[in-house]
DNA sequence: GCTTTTTCTTGCCAATTGGCAAGCGGGTTC
DNA sequence: GAACCCGCTTGCCAATTGGCAAGAAAAAGC
């Protein structure tokens, strides 16, 4: 069992906040190594969510909408912390389903244990909260562009950002996660190559 | 000075967790009540955020896009926590605003304080993830709802759900939160009320 | 290799939303 | 009360996006 990947992701994420390698030895015990294969789920709607940080690979999340139709709510790229922050947080069963798009590993823990780690480790609590401000900010940003940016400009703006979604997801996932039909995305990448 | 209201709240957020008296007074020392009169701000843009509970009154957040067009990101009806994330966990400057809507009051600390509270009263910290948990899932219920849903189901949504809004709200504000602009909101009005 | 299934693209037309400019109406100021 | 400001509405037309169905391309199965 190798924990290094996670460990030197945590020191990279509180670069300011020494922690001493006995705390990383017990975080990394109350972390498990998982590896997903390619389209199986980290985690299914009605359960609930843990804690999972993504070391190599690439998920989506995503749900359904009243009508039924599948609606992808988000991509992780690698090197990210992956949770469900309702269900996670409450306990309760997810509504959503975060799949493997790609092959991925990483390291998984549940609440209790993530708790507990806090409590041990408050220097952890650092990584913590991190990771939370991370998801939060990106939630708020992706609002934003959602209201005020064209389909188009969406586009633009995550082609350029984003460039590894291309490489992995199918173009209607990442056309409903834009929030528009694959029919629409579809032409928005004609219009986009002509240039 | 009343701190009652704070305290009420407090309870009423973390039924199952006990908190003694003496903490409970601890926790109201480090939260100065504050009144906001209309149109004045809680947060002016390129300050740092600090950590609200609006008791009475409601507010709103704006941001400007890159043409210098307001956009209003967030409408706070009172007993809600007030804060800009970004900028208060970052200790960043915050590119939004938080303007009081209507006469507001309530109970404003800062992150130092808060953090303070959350070591010396452990229990307080169900409190803080109860009110992240609720701002966190707000955004991504409406980062669906943008995606999903058209701007007529929008309307209805919101006035189903949040009428207090259309009581204190201008209908361009209530625009450009929606994602559209306030010439459709009109019409949308409009066809909403041959009905 | 060939067939089957899934994903993506395209054409056609309809529905939704935006942009602009004019007008309306209530409140404020002097 | 006249002039002004502000927020909201309306009419007209253009741009964006969606819906459907058919076909092309790519991936999966045998």
Redesign the pocket.
Known sequence: MNKQPLIDFIKLNIPNIPVSEAALALIAENFEEREIIKNDFLLRAGRVSGYFYLSEGFMRAYTHDPDGTEITTYFYPKDRVVFEATSFFLGIPSTESIQAVSACKGYYTTFDKLNELFHSVPEFREFGRAMLVREFTAYKQRTLVMINK?????YAELITTNKEIFQF???????SYL????????????EFSKK
Chains 1, 2 share one sequence.
Do not use: K, P
């Open positions: 064209s389909a188009e400009e969406r997801a199918q173009l209607r996932h990442i056309a929030g528009i039909t694959d029919t629409s995305l579809s032409r928005i990448r004609r």
